[in-house]
C-alpha cells in the first residue's frame, strides 16, 4: 500500500461515526504514509494477541484497580514498555509500529497502546488530554483515577494532576474541569498529529510538517490554526494557488485574528506575485 492508499485508509477511517471509528487502524495509516509497505494487519493481529495474553492474566474479580495493575504488570514488567525519556522527540516515538516494535513511546502513543489492551479485556477506559501530558482514565461512574502510562502506569488521583500541571506551567497553573474530562478519538488522533507536526516544523521538515496538517485537517476541516499554518506552508513552497485558498478562507472565517493583518500582508505579496 502506498503513500495515497494510506491517507485514503486514513480517511475512510476518520469519515465513521465516533463509535464506530478504530483507534488502532487510524494510527496505523497515518505510520504507513511514513512506512509505504506497513502491514497493518500484522500490527492489529498483534494487538489481538497481546489482549488474549492479558486477559489470560486479569483476576477473576476485575476490580478496576486490579485489572490497572494487570495491565501495569503485562505491558511494564513483563513486555518492558516504557517511556521514551531519552529521546522524546524522535518521530519514531508517534508511530504506532514503531512504539509496539521498539517498546518505547510518548504519553499519547504509549496511552494508545494500553487503551487498545483494556478494549480488547473489555475494560472501558479513554484517553485524557492534560495540557502539556497525556494520560487515560477509567469511564465507570464514580471513578475519578487516571492512569499516566509514559511512567509505568502510575495511578493518579485529581491532586495529583493538578500538582502535574503545577510541575509543567508553574505554581499559578490551574487546570480546567475540561482537561480531566475524557476525549473521543478525533481528539485524540489530531493530538497526535499536531505533535508531529510541532517535531517536523521544529525539523524544518516542511513535507511532513505539511502531511501532518492535512491530516489535522481531515479530522477537524474548521480547524482554523491549521488552517492558517498549512496556507503559510504553501506559501513556502511557492505553490500560490493553494496558499491563496487557505488564508482567504482564515481571513473570511476570522477576520478579527490578532494576526489578520500579517495574514493579509501575505495575500497582498501573493497578488502582487501574480500580476508579475
Not at 490554526?225 to 473570511?252: C, E, N, P
Request: hydrophobic fraction near 40%; include cysteine; charged fraction near 25%.
Amino acid at each position: 500500500m502506498g503513500i495515497i492508499a494510506a491517507r485514503q485508509r486514513f480517511q475512510a477511517e476518520v469519515e465513521k461515526p465516533d463509535g464506530e471509528m478504530n483507534l488502532a487502524i487510524a494510527a496505523l495509516a497515518i505510520a504507513q504514509e511514513e512506512y509505504p509497505h506497513l502491514d497493518c494487519d500484522s500490527y492489529l493481529q498483534r494487538l489481538d494477541q497481546m489482549g488474549t495474553e492479558l486477559a489470560a492474566r486479569l483476576p477473576e474479580g476485575r476490580y478496576p484497580l486490579k485489572v490497572i495493575r494487570a495491565i501495569n504488570q503485562y505491558l511494564f514488567s513483563e513486555l518492558n514498555f516504557q517511556g521514551n525519556q531519552r529521546d522524546y522527540y524522535n518521530p519514531q516515538n508517534s508511530f504506532l509500529n514503531d512504539v509496539m516494535d521498539r517498546r518505547t513511546g510518548i504519553p499519547i502513543s504509549l496511552s494508545l497502546l494500553y487503551l487498545e489492551l483494556a478494549q480488547r479485556v473489555g475494560f472501558p477506559m479513554a484517553g485524557v488530554a492534560m495540557p502539556g501530558h497525556f494520560l487515560v482514565r477509567p469511564t465507570l461512574e464514580d471513578m475519578a483515577i487516571f492512569v499516566d502510562v509514559f511512567h509505568q502506569g502510575e495511578v493518579l488521583f485529581e491532586e495529583d494532576c493538578h500538582a502535574l500541571i503545577r510541575e509543567f506551567y508553574g505554581e499559578a497553573a490551574h487546570l480546567q474541569p475540561e482537561h480531566l474530562a475524557p476525549i473521543g478519538p478525533r481528539p485524540f488522533l489530531v493530538r497526535m498529529l499536531t505533535n508531529l507536526k510541532g517535531i517536523y516544523l521544529h525539523r524544518q521538515d516542511i513535507p511532513r510538517a505539511l502531511a501532518a496538517i492535512d491530516r489535522i485537517l481531515l479530522v477537524f476541516p474548521h480547524s482554523l490554526h491549521d488552517l492558517r499554518d498549512r496556507g503559510l506552508i504553501h506559501y513556502r513552497l511557492g505553490q500560490l494557488d493553494s496558499a491563496k485558498t487557505d488564508l482567504k478562507r482564515y481571513l473570511q472565517a476570522a477576520p478579527d485574528a490578532p494576526d489578520a493583518f500579517e495574514v493579509q500582508q501575505v495575500l497582498s505579496q501573493i497578488h502582487r506575485v501574480e500580476r508579475g
